[in-house]
């Protein structure tokens, strides 16, 4: 008898062992503590686009900026002379890179009008004037430049060549007027390529195509809608000629994505700010949609893949929970839940189940799930308690299994959002969204909900006309 009470009391305490470890080995919480929710860091974005805007799109941008009538001058004097004069263009311009910043500008012209001398002294016998009807083809050198407000200016304007010689012959002298004409196009330069003077502005363009790309767009999954509107913070530039004549533009967009109840959402795009320098050459799409889950949704997911759906402890334990709730648990997410276990002989335990695990994403499966599970039951019968706590491991196996959410329908129409909003044709360019991914990357788990930050990545193609 003694030997049978030592071996029972051995086995016992070995038991008693083996409980303390098997809770040892998996950390405690408390359940009933309340850690500061996170908070969701702003959802930056960034897109860089390096554009190459070939010479003959450029050449129709000139060909379009330059009036058909340069000067227009029905009283012009200089020196001896008098007259007017009418220099109309006389074909297409064309241009020359001659470093990252110049181009040489050929502009053929028609010259017309009429000359003489002026009265008095000779003028007083030879009244008639003489008819002016020339061409040439004069070649400047501009440094044409983008300004912070969109406009077009000449930094730099120099006329380096007639391109034609404008004679007369009065009384058997031939008469020299290329000084006077080239006064009269140097004046038409001053007055309209100065770096004060813009030639054309592409901000009507810019807004028109930024109202359209930056208005906000709604995703929808699971019958929930959410609305995201882009409000940058910064539009940076960088242009210059390469040695194909093409213009290279690398322009950049800053700024954050903001969250909205669908009928909260901005009615327009946000004002774009001035433009700055950029230094990035890169052709790069990151935007981060703040996707937010709200715990009442969250509550509903969970509840159809756990409530009322028996999870096996052991051969005569089926633990059943219900009334799923969710909440934050500092930068964990913490689900509490009624539970119901029943064994084969008869015997039932009620009481709550609280567990807590970081959500993540399995890429493979397109799926939310949550890793680093941890439980801790409450009941009022220890014993039974103890006999289920055993069981923790298979218990979390199968919330893991059943804690799973697909969002595969919401990325895919989260691409098709973000393609359709920054999608955009024009006159002289088509401009789309190619080899675009959608990743979940970022959980936080807020006062509201789980925000989830979408991390959407791409590059800009531009189709030039």
Not at 25 to 42: G, Q, R, V, Y
Not at 249 to 267: D, E, F, I, Q, Y
Not at 342 to 359: H, R, V
Request: glycine share 6%.
């Amino acid at each position: 008898m003694k030997l049978k009470s030592k071996f029972a009391l051995v086995k016992s305490f070995i038991l008693f062992v083996f409980v303390i470890a098997s809770f040892a080995s998996c950390k405690t919480f408390n359940p009933h503590l309340n850690p500061e929710p996170e908070i969701a860091p702003p959802a930056f974005s960034s897109v860089n686009v390096p554009v190459q805007i070939p010479k003959k799109t450029l050449d129709k941008i000139f060909n379009q900026a330059i009036p058909q009538v340069l000067v227009n001058d029905e009283s012009i004097g200089s020196g001896n002379f008098e007259g007017n004069l009418l220099l109309t263009r006389n074909g297409s311009p064309f241009y020359t890179a001659l470093d990252s910043q110049r181009i040489q500008l050929t502009l053929p012209l028609k010259l017309q009008g009429e000359i003489g001398l002026k009265r008095g002294g000779l003028g007083s016998f030879i009244q008639s004037k003489i008819p002016l009807d020339e061409t040439l083809t004069p070649v400047f050198i501009l440094n044409p430049s983008i300004n912070p407000d969109w406009s077009i200016s000449i930094a730099d304007f120099e006329l380096v060549d007639l391109g034609g010689k404008l004679a007369l012959s009065v009384l058997g002298m031939e008469v020299d007027l290329s000084g006077l004409l080239e006064k009269e196009i140097n004046r038409w330069g001053e007055q309209n390529l100065n770096s004060s003077k813009s030639i054309v502005s592409l901000k009507t363009f810019i807004d028109l195509a930024w109202n359209q790309v930056g208005r906000p767009f709604t995703i929808n999954w699971e019958g929930e809608a959410s609305t995201f509107s882009i409000q940058p913070d910064s539009v940076k530039l960088q242009e210059f000629f390469d040695q194909e004549d093409q213009l290279n533009v690398w322009l950049g967009l800053n700024g954050k994505v903001n969250t909205h109840p669908v009928n909260a959402s901005p009615s327009r795009a946000f004002p774009l700010p001035k433009l700055s320098p950029n230094l990035d050459s890169e052709n790069h799409l990151e935007i981060t949609l703040p996707w937010v889950l709200d715990y009442e949704k969250l509550n509903q997911l969970l509840g159809e893949n756990l409530n009322n759906r028996p999870i096996r402890v052991d051969k005569k334990t089926i633990l059943t929970p219900n009334n799923i709730q969710s909440q934050s648990f500092g930068d964990l997410l913490k689900i509490t839940m009624d539970f119901m276990a029943e064994q084969t002989n008869g015997k039932s335990l009620d009481g709550k189940l609280y567990i807590i695990g970081k959500p993540a994403y399995d890429a493979e499966n397109q799926n939310l799930y949550f890793t680093d599970i941890n439980f801790k039951l409450e009941s009022g019968n220890l014993g039974a308690q103890t006999s289920i706590g055993l069981k923790k491991k298979k218990i979390i196996r199968n919330i893991e299994k059943r804690a799973v959410f697909p969002i595969g329908d919401y990325l895919d129409e989260g691409m098709l959002s973000i393609q359709d909003r920054l999608a955009l044709k024009t006159g002289i360019a088509d401009l789309q969204i190619i080899d675009l991914v959608i990743t979940p990357e970022d959980f936080y788990p807020t006062k509201n909900g789980l925000t989830v930050h979408m991390k959407a990545r791409g590059k800009v193609n531009f189709d030039w006309k």
